[in-house]
Nanobody, 115 residues
Framework: QVQLVESGGGLVQPGGSLRLSCAAS????????MYWYRQAPGKQRELVAY???????FYVDSVKGRFTISRDNAKNTVYLQMNSLKPEDTAVYYC?????????WGQGTQVTVSS
């Protein structure tokens, strides 16, 4: 059974940093595109960033220059380094793995940015 397990969320003050991790099991991790999404209360889930199997990356405009996605194929793990956090970054963050018809989600990790 494929598993994606996120970790690293928590409560942080505005301007602070967090690093999210998503560890995958039972997939050929290196061929998957890995995505980070987030869902704030009362809002739709939105794409935050992704990393292709070839190493290309994408960021939504609201996080450009603040967030960095990276992956370690040897550890089957994708990361999201989040710096200069803002209250509007508060959300549940989800990891997604996608390849062809295969699509898997993690359970989510809560990030709260508040003073």
């Amino acid at each position: 059974q494929v598993q994606l397990v996120e970790s690293g969320g928590g409560l942080v003050q505005p301007g602070g940093s967090l690093r999210l991790s998503c560890a995958a099991s039972r997939i050929m991790f290196s061929i998957y595109a890995m995505y980070w999404y987030r869902q704030a209360p009362g809002k739709q889930r939105e794409l935050v960033a992704y990393s292709t199997s070839g190493g290309s990356t994408f960021y939504v405009d609201s996080v450009k220059g603040r967030f960095t996605i990276s992956r370690d194929n040897a550890k089957n793990t994708v990361y999201l380094q989040m710096n200069s956090l803002k209250p509007e970054d508060t959300a549940v963050y989800y990891c997604n793995a996608h390849y062809s018809a295969n699509d898997y989600w993690g359970q989510g990790t809560q990030v709260t940015v508040s003073s």
